[in-house]
């Protein structure tokens, strides 16, 4: 009998999966406000797995900042935007063979290399907190820290800008 | 048997393949850009793995800061899209064509 954190992580790995495979070909509805709502599952699913991880913190900035925010977001210009739903234009079968072959092909290949690597565990594994995250960020990772608030302030400008209705 | 590193490994690329499928069949301009999201949230769970399996938190930092950019870059991308949907009226990729050969 498997222990119980094994089968939560094939419940969460079979989840995620599932769900990304929703969001990406739906085969019952092509509108795009049900890839988001499966979109949003599937980060919920991999926050699970970030906590079978033991990566804490990240679990919870996952669930509060992408699915809290960024997906709310995408959300907001979709209902925004009022599409229909996305009509059949002429589905070209080629191009979708092709790039299913093509990816089919990278998923082998990403596979064949993680199988062949035969990566192991090395050394104690670590406890992904918030105490000791919080002191890697501010004593090696200052820098990028600093640098990130700048690049939030950029964003934000940037999107005030492209959003003004004609520009003086 | 207990998950290991080559699990996570290959839930991560078969989430990234996903992803890319979907980047190249769909033709809304909305739910490629999910795709990529989706993209973006199997690298951050190569990285956590990896951070858990070497007893290192800098792949964790990382995925931080991954979120990050990521959380700043949609916003960008989605002030782009509606600033070209109220041009073209249109969100479709294949009308899209001003730069095609």
Same mark, same amino acid.
């Given at each position: ?16 999966? /599932? ?18 709502? &499966? /979109? ?8 699970? @797995? &970030?906590?079978?991880?033991?990566? &804490? ?5 996952? *669930? ?10 995408? /959300? ?17 079968? &080629?191009?979708?063979?092709?790039? $299913? ?6 998923? $082998?290949? /990403?596979?064949?290399?993680? *199988? ?26 200052? @820098? ?8 939030? @302030?950029? $964003?934000? *400008? ?11 | 048997?207990?998950? !290991?590193? =080559? ?11 996903? !992803?890319?499928?979907? +980047? ?6 909305? +739910? ?21 399996? =070497?007893? =290192?938190? =800098?792949?964790? #930092? ?6 990050? #950019? ?5 916003? #960008? ?15 479709? #990729? ?8």
């Amino acid at each position: 009998m498997p222990a119980f954190t094994d089968l939560l992580f094939y419940a969460f790995a079979g989840l995620a999966l /599932l769900f990304g495979f929703l969001c990406v070909a739906n085969p019952f509805s092509r509108s795009p406000v049900t890839s988001a709502m &499966f /979109l949003v599952l599937t980060i919920v699913a991999l926050a699970g @797995l &970030f906590i079978l991880l033991h990566a &804490f913190f990240l679990a919870a900035v996952q *669930v509060l900042v992408y699915a809290g925010a960024v997906m709310v977001l995408f /959300l907001f210009v979709i209902m925004l935007l009022d599409l229909k739903e996305e009509e059949r234009r002429k589905m070209r079968k &080629f191009t979708i063979a092709a790039g $299913g072959l093509a990816v089919a092909a990278i998923a $082998g290949i /990403l596979i064949r290399a993680v *199988v062949a690597a035969r990566p192991v565990a090395t050394g104690a594994l670590v406890e992904g907190e918030a105490k000791a995250l919080g002191k890697l960020l501010f004593t090696q990772y200052l @820098l990028p820290f600093e640098v990130m608030s700048l690049l939030l @302030l950029v $964003g934000m *400008v940037g999107v005030i800008l492209l959003s003004k209705k004609e520009l003086k | 048997m207990s998950p !290991g590193l =080559n699990h996570y490994l290959i839930v991560s690329a078969l989430l990234f393949c996903l !992803g890319l499928f979907g +980047v190249l069949a769909r033709r809304n301009l909305l +739910v490629i850009y999910m795709c990529l999201e989706l993209m973006l949230n199997a690298a951050n769970l190569a990285l956590v793995a990896f951070s858990r399996f =070497n007893a =290192n938190l =800098n792949g964790q #930092v990382i995925v931080f800061f991954v979120i990050t #950019v990521a959380a700043a870059e949609v916003a #960008v991308g989605l002030a782009l899209i509606v600033a070209l949907y109220r041009k073209r009226r249109t969100a479709h #990729v294949e009308d899209l064509t001003s730069l095609r050969f």
